[in-house]
C-alpha cells in the first residue's frame, strides 16, 4: 500500500466515542515513523482537535477560510514538531460550502502531505458529506459496547456510497470485563461486525491526562516506555501501513520509543 497522498476519514454518528482521540494518536505515529501527516479538524460545532494537538493558539486562519478562499491552505496550517493542523472554524453559521472547493482543497494536500487524516463530527451535515467523499478511506471508531459496535455498523451501512471496506477502532476496551463476559471479546466483536478490525485501544487510565496536556503516541523520550494506549495506536498505525501486526502486540507489555523507531522509522527519501 502506497502512502502519498492518502486521506483517511475518521468517523461515526455517535458522538463521544474517540474520534479526535484516534485522528490525533494515528496521525502523532505517522509523524513519528517519518511521514509528513496533516491532521484537519472536520468538526465545525465542536472544534476539539486544537486542544489535544496542545496548538490552540497557533493559527488565525482555519479550514473554513480556506474552502471559502478566503487565504491559501498554508495560512491555516499549523505545525508543532512535524505535526501538521488545519482547524476547524471557531464559530462556524452554517454558511453553505461548495463541494468543489473540498476536491480543490485536497488535490492541493495531497501534493504535500503522504497522509492527510480528516476528524470528521457526529452530525451527517452537508460539509460532513463533502469531507467523506474525497476521502480514500474510512475508520469508524466505537466504544467497546455491543450497541456502539451496532452504531459503527449503521455508520458503515451510510457511508456505503463512498467507502467499500471501512475499518473499525475499538476504544476503552477493557479486557477484565471480556475475560470475565461482561462486556464482548474481541472474538465476538468479530463474529459480530460487518466491519473490519484494524485496531483496539484498551483502557487507560493515563489518556485523559496525557490529552489534556497536549501529550500524543510516540511525543515521549526515545528510552521511554509507552504506555498501553501508546502501544495500541501503534499497532494501528502499522496495521494502516500494511504491516501485519497483531491487535494487542506488546499493549499490555509495551516496548520504549526507541525499539519502534528503530524497527518501523521511514527511510527518508
Same mark, same amino acid.
Given at each position: 500500500?502506497?502512502?502519498? #497522498?492518502?486521506?483517511?476519514?475518521?468517523?461515526?454518528?455517535?458522538?463521544?466515542?474517540?474520534?479526535?482521540?484516534?485522528?490525533?494518536?494515528?496521525?502523532?505515529?505517522?509523524?513519528?515513523?517519518?511521514?509528513?501527516?496533516?491532521?484537519?479538524?472536520?468538526? &465545525?460545532?465542536?472544534?476539539?482537535?486544537?486542544?489535544?494537538?496542545?496548538?490552540?493558539?497557533?493559527?488565525?486562519?482555519?479550514?473554513?477560510?480556506?474552502?471559502?478562499?478566503?487565504?491559501?491552505?498554508?495560512?491555516?496550517?499549523?505545525? !508543532?514538531?512535524?505535526?501538521?493542523?488545519?482547524?476547524?472554524?471557531?464559530?462556524?453559521?452554517?454558511?453553505?460550502?461548495?463541494?468543489? !472547493?473540498? &476536491?480543490?482543497? &485536497?488535490?492541493?494536500?495531497?501534493?504535500?502531505?503522504?497522509?492527510?487524516?480528516?476528524?470528521?463530527?457526529?452530525?451527517?451535515?452537508?460539509?460532513?458529506? !463533502?469531507?467523506?467523499?474525497?476521502?480514500?478511506?474510512?475508520?469508524?471508531?466505537? $466504544?467497546?459496547?455491543?450497541?456502539?459496535?451496532?452504531?459503527?455498523?449503521?455508520?458503515?451501512?451510510?457511508?456505503?456510497?463512498?467507502?467499500?471496506?471501512?475499518?473499525?477502532?475499538?476504544? #476503552?476496551? $477493557?479486557?477484565?470485563?471480556?475475560?470475565?463476559?461482561?462486556?464482548?471479546?474481541?472474538?465476538?466483536?468479530?463474529?459480530? !461486525?460487518?466491519?473490519?478490525?484494524?485496531?483496539?485501544?484498551?483502557?487507560?487510565?493515563?489518556?485523559?491526562?496525557?490529552?489534556?496536556?497536549?501529550?500524543?503516541?510516540?511525543?515521549?523520550?526515545?528510552?521511554?516506555?509507552?504506555?498501553?494506549?501508546?502501544?495500541? &495506536?501503534?499497532?494501528?498505525?502499522?496495521?494502516?501501513?500494511?504491516?501485519?501486526?497483531?491487535?494487542?502486540?506488546?499493549?499490555?507489555?509495551?516496548?520504549?520509543?526507541?525499539?519502534?523507531?528503530?524497527?518501523?522509522?521511514?527511510?527518508?527519501?
Amino acid at each position: 500500500m502506497t502512502a502519498a #497522498g492518502r486521506v483517511i476519514f475518521i468517523t461515526s454518528f455517535k458522538g463521544g466515542v474517540g474520534k479526535t482521540t484516534a485522528a490525533a494518536n494515528i496521525a502523532a505515529a505517522l509523524r513519528a515513523f517519518g511521514y509528513r501527516a496533516l491532521v484537519i479538524d472536520g468538526d &465545525f460545532g465542536m472544534r476539539c482537535m486544537d486542544l489535544v494537538l496542545g496548538c490552540e493558539s497557533d493559527t488565525v486562519f482555519d479550514c473554513f477560510d480556506v474552502l471559502t478562499g478566503r487565504c491559501e491552505p498554508e495560512k491555516a496550517i499549523a505545525e !508543532s514538531e512535524g505535526l501538521f493542523f488545519m482547524p476547524a472554524p471557531m464559530n462556524y453559521s452554517g454558511e453553505p460550502i461548495p463541494a468543489d !472547493s473540498f &476536491f480543490a482543497l &485536497f488535490s492541493k494536500l495531497r501534493q504535500k502531505f503522504d497522509f492527510i487524516i480528516i476528524d470528521s463530527s457526529a452530525d451527517p451535515s452537508p460539509y460532513y458529506l !463533502s469531507f467523506a467523499r474525497v476521502a480514500d478511506e474510512a475508520i469508524i471508531v466505537a $466504544h467497546h459496547q455491543s450497541t456502539a459496535v451496532r452504531a459503527a455498523e449503521k455508520t458503515a451501512a451510510k457511508l456505503s456510497e463512498w467507502f467499500s471496506d471501512p475499518k473499525l477502532i475499538i476504544n #476503552g476496551f $477493557h479486557r477484565e470485563y471480556a475475560e470475565k463476559g461482561k462486556l464482548p471479546s474481541i472474538v465476538d466483536i468479530i463474529n459480530r !461486525s460487518t466491519v473490519g478490525l484494524i485496531g483496539v485501544i484498551p483502557f487507560d487510565e493515563n489518556l485523559p491526562a496525557d490529552q489534556e496536556k497536549g501529550y500524543v503516541t510516540l511525543s515521549s523520550e526515545k528510552n521511554a516506555r509507552l504506555k498501553k494506549y501508546e502501544a495500541a &495506536f501503534v499497532n494501528t498505525t502499522l496495521r494502516l501501513l500494511g504491516k501485519r501486526v497483531p491487535l494487542f502486540h506488546n499493549v499490555f507489555t509495551p516496548k520504549r520509543k526507541n525499539y519502534y523507531l528503530k524497527k518501523y522509522k521511514k527511510e527518508p527519501v
